[in-house]
């Protein structure tokens, strides 16, 4: 699996394994594997007489003295007992690889058996080849091998998992050493680089994955989806290149950002206790369940309370490093150190400075956070939760859960669709609607349990009000929402309730802030990308979910002026008027409204906030002009978040946060503007064209169709003036 920039971020197979043809495979690695397995290999015929005498007669002394029996096969019959035979043990299948070393030999040149068999030997940890094997134990290209690193590679062969420096380094430098002697007395080696090699320590270096923690929800995403189209079998063992639109410093910075907003709602809601408590001892290192270890990207330790005193507490980490934790890392638990551990209490630190560390806890909430590409869908960063070794659940793609007011925003654009403008009158009052028989009367409120009168559409997004987004519905028809709802691929089959308007229906975050995407690219339908291509090993593409076509590519020069056409065939699903009315909307849900805490990055930004009924998940969906960010903040197991945890004060800052980190000033563009629309200055509580010298002013967006001599007018079959106010209430 690649990234977007060619990076390799994982792999998913049963054998490790790159094929390197005999021409770019040095001569050191070739010397150094002759010299151990079959120094007659370029005379003999495929099978080594001299070899078969010299093991029959040792075989007669192991016999008896119960000693393992020796083998005598070639290379050649190692290529053969590979691809073609079992590893049985017995004479009948001994004849059979010998006749097939015979008939390979005369099949093949030495130099095709030989790269044949340096590209299947099993190496141990996995790894299948000299390539790979390289890597592996070096993190090293086979061209940057010396004598002694090939000579090891070459000692492995006989007892890839006995040798294995992992396991044993000792044992593996002695196999390495009389490897070294081989190729010394083969004359490969003079006797001053043969005592050079011999003094040499072996030097292990495997090759690090730098991302893969922060991608591991992403990897299993992509995992899960290719195995569902081409079956595991496949998927392990044919060798597919995966492209994927991943950027890992987005990635990076989403995984990050996530995280910290957890902590800090968790901070908020106090201490909860230590992981476990053990008994301390010297040997309490042993006693602790692999279950509680985290990533290493989180950079947290495990660590023992040794001592406790009114003012610092003496602590023990899991690597028997010794620590202090002073009371102002500490203080967010507001209790003192003898309330908080006791002596044996395990618990999560990190490290500040020199040996003093900071207290940590498991977030006992979770999230995730998608980043996407609105003009294609591909997703460009996903994290679906605080730990993937904790729990594998991914809350991006897999939790259902409600959007609440984050949903509204369709509302109003179906409304937009529907003859509306942004200053277009809704009265936000009491409202008792029949749910049908035998059930309750349903009794919407607002946040804060107020009402405000006639308002504007613009003031009733920004504001979240929930009467007056109940009543549009209302107005346009709960049929009609719901529709909109499946064709923008929110919900699959809602119910067609007027609750629908305040989110109540449930969707993933995922698909909701693919829905967004909408309002950035114009109108456009989209769907999420986690996989851009698919190659078989013979670099045949089986699967491209590129949806676009260059219209002018086969004549235009790369070294011209001219720049490629590109055309899309996705659907349609509103006006780009429409959706730049919204987009404007969501602008002003960021300076006036409940997302305006974002406002002091002063970037050119649009989002809304979501919270459901007592609080219980959390959102904040978000945009640039060119990336959309969907954040979700919620228990597993639904509760509430709390009296004052809205979406606002538990997803916004996560959002903040990755906006600050990730997107510079010159890259949030003002959104364009589309044709057919007139910007006019008007009054954003009453609609009304501002007056002169008026201070509360705003820009307020109308699709000309509905502007006539500098008034808006009602958009039906009849053109009606109504003073630049629409009424409807």
Same mark, same amino acid.
């Given at each position: 699996?690649?990234?977007?920039?060619?990076?390799?971020?994982?792999?998913?197979?049963?054998?490790?394994?790159?094929?390197?043809?005999?021409?770019?495979?040095?001569?050191?690695?070739?010397?150094?594997?002759?010299?151990?397995?079959?120094?007659?290999?370029?005379?003999?015929?495929?099978?080594?007489?001299?070899?078969?005498?010299?093991?029959?007669?040792?075989?007669?002394?192991?016999?008896?003295?119960?000693?393992?029996?020796?083998?005598?096969?070639?290379?050649?019959?190692?290529?053969?007992?590979?691809?073609?035979?079992?590893?049985?043990?017995?004479?009948?299948?001994?004849?059979?690889?010998?006749?097939?070393?015979?008939?390979?030999?005369?099949?093949?040149?030495?130099?095709?058996?030989?790269?044949?068999?340096?590209?299947?030997?099993?190496?141990?940890?996995?790894?299948?080849?000299?390539?790979?094997?390289?890597?592996?134990?070096?993190?090293?290209?086979?061209?940057?091998?010396?004598?002694?690193?090939?000579?090891?590679?070459?000692?492995?062969?006989?007892?890839?998992?006995?040798?294995?420096?992992?396991?044993?380094?000792?044992?593996?430098?002695?196999?390495?050493?009389?490897?070294?002697?081989?190729?010394?007395?083969?004359?490969?080696?003079?006797?001053?680089?043969?005592?050079?090699?011999?003094?040499?320590?072996?030097?292990?270096?495997?090759?690090?994955?730098?991302?893969?923690?922060?991608?591991?929800?992403?990897?299993?995403?992509?995992?899960?989806?290719?195995?569902?189209?081409?079956?595991?079998?496949?998927?392990?063992?044919?060798?597919?290149?995966?492209?994927?639109?991943?950027?890992?410093?987005?990635?990076?910075?989403?995984?990050?950002?996530?995280?910290?907003?957890?902590?800090?709602?968790?901070?908020?809601?106090?201490?909860?206790?230590?992981?476990?408590?053990?008994?301390?001892?010297?040997?309490?290192?042993?006693?602790?369940?692999?279950?509680?270890?985290?990533?290493?990207?989180?950079?947290?330790?495990?660590?023992?309370?040794?001592?406790?005193?009114?003012?610092?507490?003496?602590?023990?980490?899991?690597?028997?490093?010794?620590?202090?934790?002073?009371?102002?890392?500490?203080?967010?638990?507001?209790?003192?150190?003898?309330?908080?551990?006791?002596?044996?209490?395990?618990?999560?630190?990190?490290?500040?400075?020199?040996?003093?560390?900071?207290?940590?806890?498991?977030?006992?909430?979770?999230?995730?956070?998608?980043?996407?590409?609105?003009?294609?869908?591909?997703?460009?960063?996903?994290?679906?939760?605080?730990?993937?070794?904790?729990?594998?659940?991914?809350?991006?793609?897999?939790?259902?859960?409600?959007?609440?007011?984050?949903?509204?925003?369709?509302?109003?654009?179906?409304?937009?669709?529907?003859?509306?403008?942004?200053?277009?009158?809704?009265?936000?009052?009491?409202?008792?609607?029949?749910?049908?028989?035998?059930?309750?009367?349903?009794?919407?409120?607002?946040?804060?349990?107020?009402?405000?009168?006639?308002?504007?559409?613009?003031?009733?997004?920004?504001?979240?009000?929930?009467?007056?987004?109940?009543?549009?519905?209302?107005?346009?028809?709960?049929?009609?929402?719901?529709? =909109?709802?499946?064709? !923008?691929? #929110?919900?699959?089959?809602?119910?067609?309730?007027?609750?629908? %308007? +305040? *989110?109540?229906? $449930? /969707?993933?975050?995922?698909?909701?802030?693919?829905?967004?995407?909408?309002?950035?690219?114009?109108?456009?339908?989209?769907?999420?990308?986690?996989?851009?291509?698919?190659?078989?090993?013979?670099?045949?593409?089986?699967?491209?979910?590129?949806?676009?076509?260059?219209?002018?590519?086969?004549?235009?020069?790369?070294?011209?002026?001219?720049?490629?056409?590109?055309?899309?065939?996705?659907?349609?699903?509103?006006?780009?008027?429409?959706?730049?009315?919204?987009?404007?909307?969501?602008?002003?849900?960021?300076?006036?409204?409940?997302?305006?805490?974002?406002?002091?990055?002063?970037?050119?930004?649009?989002?809304?906030?979501?919270?459901?009924?007592?609080?219980?998940?959390?959102?904040?969906?978000? =945009?640039?002009?060119? !990336?959309? #960010?969907?954040?979700?903040?919620?228990?597993?197991?639904?509760? %509430? +978040? *709390?009296?004052? $945890? /809205?979406?606002?004060?538990?997803?916004?800052?996560?959002?903040?946060?990755?906006?600050?980190?990730?997107?510079?000033?010159?890259?949030?563009?003002?959104?364009?503007?589309?044709?057919?629309?007139?910007?006019?200055?008007?009054?954003?509580?009453?609609?009304?064209?501002?007056?002169?010298?008026?201070?509360?002013?705003?820009?307020?967006?109308?699709?000309?169709?509905?502007?006539?001599?500098?008034?808006?007018?009602?958009?039906?079959?009849?053109?009606?003036?109504?003073?630049?106010?629409?009424?409807?209430?």
């Amino acid at each position: 699996m690649y990234s977007g920039n060619g990076d390799l971020v994982a792999d998913f197979s049963k054998e490790k394994r790159i094929f390197v043809p005999y021409n770019a495979i040095p001569s050191n690695v070739i010397n150094a594997f002759l010299s151990a397995e079959d120094k007659n290999f370029f005379t003999h015929p495929g099978v080594d007489a001299k070899g078969v005498l010299r093991a029959t007669f040792n075989n007669i002394t192991n016999i008896m003295t119960s000693k393992r029996l020796e083998g005598a096969s070639t290379i050649t019959q190692q290529v053969a007992k590979n691809f073609l035979l079992t590893n049985e043990v017995s004479l009948n299948r001994k004849i059979k690889e010998a006749i097939l070393a015979f008939r390979i030999e005369r099949a093949l040149n030495k130099e095709r058996i030989l790269e044949l068999y340096l590209n299947q030997i099993y190496l141990g940890s996995g790894a299948y080849g000299v390539a790979a094997a390289s890597l592996e134990y070096f993190d090293k290209s086979i061209k940057e091998l010396n004598y002694a690193e090939a000579a090891l590679l070459a000692a492995l062969p006989k007892a890839p998992s006995k040798y294995n420096p992992y396991n044993n380094i000792d044992l593996a430098k002695f196999r390495r050493d009389l490897v070294l002697k081989n190729l010394y007395q083969n004359d490969f080696l003079s006797i001053e680089k043969y005592n050079e090699y011999k003094n040499l320590n072996i030097k292990l270096k495997k090759k690090k994955k730098i991302y893969l923690e922060d991608a591991q929800y992403y990897i299993e995403d992509v995992r899960k989806n290719i195995i569902d189209k081409l079956t595991y079998e496949k998927v392990y063992k044919q060798g597919y290149n995966i492209n994927t639109p991943i950027n890992l410093n987005l990635q990076k910075i989403a995984t990050e950002s996530l995280r910290n907003g957890l902590i800090a709602y968790d901070k908020r809601k106090g201490w909860r206790g230590p992981i476990t408590r053990i008994k301390y001892n010297d040997n309490w290192h042993k006693n602790v369940d692999k279950k509680y270890k985290l990533e290493n990207s989180i950079n947290w330790e495990i660590a023992i309370i040794k001592e406790i005193s009114q003012f610092q507490t003496k602590i023990e980490t899991l690597n028997k490093s010794n620590g202090l934790i002073k009371y102002n890392e500490i203080s967010w638990t507001k209790k003192e150190f003898e309330e908080l551990f006791k002596v044996g209490d395990l618990i999560y630190v990190k490290k500040v400075k020199d040996n003093y560390y900071s207290l940590k806890q498991l977030p006992k909430i979770n999230g995730g956070i998608v980043v996407m590409d609105p003009y294609t869908g591909r997703v460009l960063a996903l994290s679906g939760g605080f730990s993937f070794k904790s729990s594998e659940f991914n809350r991006a793609t897999q939790a259902l859960r409600q959007p609440g007011s984050a949903f509204k925003p369709f509302v109003y654009a179906l409304a937009l669709e529907n003859k509306y403008t942004p200053s277009s009158l809704v009265l936000d009052a009491p409202l008792v609607l029949d749910q049908g028989v035998d059930l309750k009367k349903w009794k919407p409120e607002n946040y804060g349990k107020k009402f405000y009168g006639p308002s504007t559409l613009r003031v009733g997004l920004e504001k979240s009000r929930n009467l007056m987004t109940v009543r549009i519905a209302q107005n346009l028809g709960v049929e009609k929402v719901a529709k =909109f709802s499946k064709e !923008l691929k #929110i919900y699959e089959d809602p119910e067609e309730l007027l609750s629908i %308007s +305040l *989110g109540s229906a $449930e /969707t993933t975050l995922l698909n909701l802030t693919s829905a967004y995407s909408s309002f950035v690219n114009g109108g456009k339908l989209i769907s999420p990308i986690i996989i851009d291509r698919i190659q078989d090993s013979e670099g045949n593409t089986i699967i491209n979910n590129e949806n676009r076509k260059c219209m002018n590519c086969d004549t235009i020069s790369f070294t011209g002026k001219d720049y490629p056409q590109i055309e899309d065939n996705y659907n349609q699903v509103m006006s780009e008027q429409t959706a730049y009315q919204v987009t404007t909307l969501l602008e002003g849900v960021v300076k006036r409204g409940t997302g305006k805490k974002l406002r002091d990055l002063q970037l050119n930004l649009a989002g809304k906030t979501g919270t459901t009924n007592e609080n219980t998940d959390a959102w904040f969906i978000g =945009f640039t002009s060119n !990336l959309v #960010i969907g954040v979700y903040v919620g228990m597993d197991n639904p509760k %509430s +978040l *709390g009296k004052f $945890e /809205t979406g606002s004060k538990a997803a916004l800052p996560i959002f903040r946060e990755f906006i600050e980190k990730s997107v510079k000033k010159s890259e949030a563009r003002p959104f364009k503007v589309p044709e057919n629309m007139t910007l006019m200055v008007v009054d954003p509580l009453t609609g009304e064209k501002a007056k002169f010298n008026s201070k509360n002013t705003i820009i307020e967006a109308y699709k000309s169709k509905n502007v006539l001599n500098g008034k808006v007018l009602y958009s039906g079959n009849n053109r009606i003036d109504t003073n630049n106010i629409l009424k409807f209430y």
